[in-house]
């Protein structure tokens, strides 16, 4: 395990409104992490940093074993260093199979550098069985991708994403809309993904994120309230002030 993501006293204000507020996080890889946290506490903009469609004000967030910069790097640099961002509403195309779709996801390497990760050579037949298998859609490959549900749509976005071997996921919110079952589904989906892989998810569903049973940081006023266990930060009487209280949790 190593530390792939260090966020270090980042800020950055919005029109005098400061969002981020001297934000620290650390990701491993590999790792499942949670994000929670109140409506406005800056989840979406430690993303949008991340990910580099927002510049921090001030602070560092490193990557890597080399401790590279990402501020000063474009969105689709970032993106290349192997950062993969899957948004709340699905973006498959409808159009096209399941199959079609992964198969589009393979022919955009993220970047030279993800070719030495591949341990042998892999058919894109073979890549495409694959994941269709971690993400539960194996026997959906002949179907367009507009037929499928909500949450078979989520998965294969999901499916696309892991096409281009990402080292970090970020995942917003990925139970909204799902049912039960879907729900689920997902978390053994993000389980299995982050066992060779860091996975963030920010998620309002508290059940989804007991069933993730990772670490969870929470978010207030744009920095780090707690972290540690479910249990732990819930347990929290700031979080439970500040969060569980609320009606909006
Ligand atoms: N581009 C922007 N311009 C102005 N204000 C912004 C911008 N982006 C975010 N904000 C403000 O920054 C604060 C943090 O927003 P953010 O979307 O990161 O919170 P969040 O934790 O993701 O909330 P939610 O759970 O509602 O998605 C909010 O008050 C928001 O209005």
């Known amino acids: 395990m190593i530390s792939l993501l260090e966020v270090s006293g980042v800020s950055k204000t919005f029109d005098g409104f400061r969002a981020i507020n001297n934000l620290s996080i650390q990701i491993n890889e590999p790792e499942l992490r949670a994000i929670i946290g109140p409506n406005g506490a800056g989840k979406t903009t430690f993303m949008d940093i991340v990910t580099g469609k927002t510049r921090p004000d001030t602070g560092q967030v490193l990557w890597g074993e080399r401790n590279e910069s990402l501020t000063g790097l474009s969105e689709a640099e970032i993106a290349n260093r192997g950062i993969g961002r899957k948004f709340q509403k699905p973006t498959v195309f409808e159009n096209q199979t399941v199959r079609q779709n992964l198969a589009m996801a393979l022919k955009n390497p993220r970047g030279p550098l993800a070719a030495l990760f591949f341990k042998e050579p892999q058919t894109d037949a073979d890549r495409i069985n694959e994941i269709a298998g971690e993400i539960g859609l194996a026997d959906q490959l002949p179907r367009p991708a507009g037929e499928l549900s909500h949450g078979q749509k989520q998965w294969l976005e999901i499916g696309m994403l892991l096409a281009q071997d990402p080292r970090l996921l970020l995942v917003d919110e990925p139970a909204a809309g799902m049912t039960a079952e879907e729900r689920?589904?997902?978390t053994d989906i993000l389980k299995r993904a982050a066992r060779t892989r860091a996975v963030v998810v920010v998620e309002h569903d508290m059940e989804f994120v007991r069933r993730l049973n990772?670490?969870?940081?929470?978010?207030?006023?744009?920095?780090?309230?707690a972290e540690g266990s479910l249990d732990h930060v819930t347990a929290d009487p700031t979080v439970i002030d500040v969060y569980l209280g609320r009606s909006d949790a």
Do not use: I, M, S, Y
């Open 184 to 186: 689920e589904k997902t």
């Open 214 to 225: 990772c670490k969870v940081t929470v978010l207030h006023e744009g920095h780090v309230l």
